[in-house]
C-alpha cells in the first residue's frame, strides 16, 4: 500500500523551531519529486516547499523562505521539514504529499497530516 | 502569484443531480490544473489533473474541462460519498490552491 505518514507536530513557541518528518512506503521514494502543503484551522491548503527526486532543486513560498528547509533521504524513504522562526501564522496541519509522475507541482498521494501549533 | 477564485463559495444539491463547481485564474495557467476532493479531518484526495485527467481511482461521474483561465469541474449523479469540499489547484507556476466551494445536501 502506497502510504506517507507524518509525525513530529506539537506547540512550537514563537520564535523556536520544529522539525517534522514523514515516512514514505509502497512505492519508489527516490524516484518522485515531494512537498509539503499546509491547511490552517478552517481555512484552504497552501503550498509549502518541494523537493527533487536527488535532493539538488528545492523551492519555497515566499511566507517561509529562509525559515523552513525541506530535506529527504532515500536511502531511508524520508521526507523533513525543519521549521525555524516559527510565526503564530504558521499554525496548520502539514501535509507530505507525493507530486504526481506525470504533473509534478500536482499532489496524488498525501498523508494523514500533523498538527503544528506555534503558541507562547 | 496566480489567484485561483472557486465559485460558488457553497451549492447544495440533491442526491442523483449534477453538480458543476468553477475556478477562475487570475492568469492563463494553460491545462495545469488539479481538482482535489477534502472529507472533513481527512487529507484532499487528488480527482483531476491537467485539467481533465482523471486520476487513479476516480470514477467516470467526475470530470473536469477547460483551459487557459477558466476552469470547471462537474460530478453528473452526485452519491452520498461526493459530498465534501473541493479544491482547484494551479500549477503552472509556483502552486496556487483556490478557497475551495463546499458541496451540500440540499
Known amino acids: 500500500e502506497v502510504q506517507l505518514v507524518e509525525s513530529g507536530g506539537g506547540l512550537g513557541q514563537p520564535g523556536g523551531s520544529l522539525r517534522l518528518s514523514c515516512a514514505a512506503s509502497?512505492?519508489?521514494?527516490?524516484?518522485?519529486?515531494m512537498s509539503w502543503v499546509r491547511q490552517a484551522p478552517g481555512k484552504g491548503l497552501e503550498w509549502v516547499a518541494n523537493?527533487?527526486?536527488?535532493?539538488?532543486?528545492?523551492y519555497y513560498v515566499d511566507s517561509v523562505k529562509g525559515r523552513f528547509t525541506i530535506s529527504r533521504d532515500n536511502a531511508k524513504n524520508s521526507l523533513y521539514l525543519q521549521m525555524n522562526s516559527l510565526r503564530a501564522e504558521d499554525t496548520a496541519v502539514y501535509y507530505c504529499a507525493r507530486d504526481h509522475q506525470m504533473a509534478t507541482f500536482a499532489f496524488d498521494i498525501w498523508g494523514q497530516g500533523t498538527m503544528v501549533t506555534v503558541s507562547s | 502569484e496566480i489567484v485561483m477564485t472557486q465559485s460558488p463559495a457553497t451549492l447544495s444539491v440533491s442526491p442523483g443531480e449534477r453538480a458543476t463547481l468553477s475556478c477562475r485564474a487570475s492568469q492563463s495557467v494553460s491545462s495545469n490544473l488539479a481538482w482535489y476532493q477534502q472529507k472533513p479531518g481527512q487529507a484532499p484526495r487528488l480527482l483531476i489533473y491537467d485539467a481533465s485527467t482523471r486520476a487513479t481511482g476516480i470514477p467516470a461521474r467526475v470530470s473536469g474541462s477547460g483551459s487557459g483561465t477558466e476552469f470547471t469541474l462537474t460530478i453528473s449523479s452526485l452519491q452520498s460519498e461526493d459530498f465534501a469540499v473541493y479544491y482547484c489547484q494551479q500549477y503552472n507556476n509556483w502552486p496556487t490552491f483556490g478557497q475551495g466551494t463546499k458541496v451540500e445536501i440540499k
Open positions: 509502497g512505492f519508489t521514494f527516490r524516484s518522485y519529486w
Open positions: 523537493i527533487k527526486q536527488d535532493g539538488s532543486e528545492k
